[in-house]
């Protein structure tokens, strides 16, 4: 029987992510040499790139970084994805996270296949992300970047799960003046989803495609033709309510848009993005 102990097993399984009945298998071929016992995870990993291929990385976690520039700061938000959360909470993934992190942001591009190819402490961040999936056994995936440039960036991440790292991610973009309720505002776009800054922000067609899907379901309704345009400007208001960040009812106060309470500070929301793993 190979010398190892159940702290050994445990220690190897933070260092890699991997299974238990990995690790013991591991370190039974390594004859208890933890040090072995790596080298034969990763190898096994390297191996099976192939087979993970078609499976699902589904969890993992956001990051986030704000730098001053010439224009005010840019922020700098991704999204690394795993297959289970045993891996996203693993030491291994969320180093890997900050070095894809600080990849992007010397980047300088949200284009996930341009900072796959850039390079990090000597080798392509699509590399690393490979090794890093040998070590754990799971795919592992850069699914997203985001940047927001603006005079102030604020950055939320919240957590879904105390003992995950963050899976929620927001930035905002603001002048200064708004940037006094901008993490406010981060907050409730982490809760509340939406998907356009502005009606300005939405596309024409899509407008359209709403309001010819509310006259339609007026008219199934059997709503009289008089009432039809009050109704359907009534439910495409409703559509801005829903999806506009301005129009949003502010989660701290239900009585103000999330515009008005922007207003009052006298600035402006300049853009925003947010994530949320998986989805």
């Given at each position: 029987?190979?010398?190892?102990?159940?702290?050994?097993?445990?220690?190897?399984?933070?260092?890699?992510?991997?299974?238990?009945?990995?690790?013991?298998?591991?370190?039974?071929?390594?004859?208890?040499?933890a040090e072995k016992a790596l080298e034969i995870i990763r190898v096994k990993g390297l191996k099976g790139v192939s087979k993970r291929e078609g499976r699902s990385a589904s969890d993992g976690l956001v990051a986030a970084h704000v730098a001053d520039d010439a224009?005010?700061?840019?922020?700098?938000?991704?999204?690394?994805?795993?297959e289970t959360d045993f891996v996203?909470?693993?030491?291994?993934?969320?180093a890997l996270a900050d070095k894809v992190l600080a990849a992007s942001v010397a980047a300088g591009t949200q284009d996930v296949e341009a900072i796959l190819a850039s390079v990090v402490e000597g080798a392509t961040v699509a590399?690393?992300?490979q090794e890093t999936a040998a070590t754990l056994g799971e795919k592992l995936v850069l699914r997203r970047v985001a940047r927001i440039t603006a005079p102030v960036v604020t950055v939320y991440l919240h957590k879904v799960n105390k003992d995950l790292p963050p899976q929620v991610g927001v930035l905002v973009g603001s002048d200064v003046a708004a940037g006094a309720v901008a993490k406010d505002v981060a907050?409730?776009?982490?809760?509340?989803?939406?998907?356009?800054l502005s009606r300005d922000?939405?596309?024409?067609?899509?407008?359209?495609?709403?309001?010819?899907i509310a006259e339609e379901t007026a008219r199934n309704e059997g709503k009289p033709q008089a009432a039809l345009p009050?109704?359907?400007?009534?439910?495409?208001t409703g559509f801005f309510k829903e999806s506009v960040l301005v129009d949003q009812a502010f989660a701290k106060d239900q009585k103000k848009s999330v515009g008005q309470v922007v207003t009052e500070?006298?600035?402006a929301v300049t853009g925003f993005a947010r994530f949320r793993v998986g989805a």
């Open positions: 029987m190979a010398n190892y102990t159940v702290a050994d097993i445990k220690a190897l399984r933070e260092r890699t992510g991997a299974g238990m009945m990995d690790v013991k298998k591991a370190l039974d071929e390594a004859d208890g040499n224009a005010g700061q840019t922020g700098t938000l991704i999204e690394l994805n795993s996203a909470k693993s030491p291994v993934f969320v590399d690393t992300i907050m409730h776009i982490a809760a509340y989803s939406p998907s356009y922000d939405i596309p024409a067609e899509t407008v359209a495609s709403e309001r010819r009050k109704i359907v400007e009534g439910r495409v500070t006298g600035g």
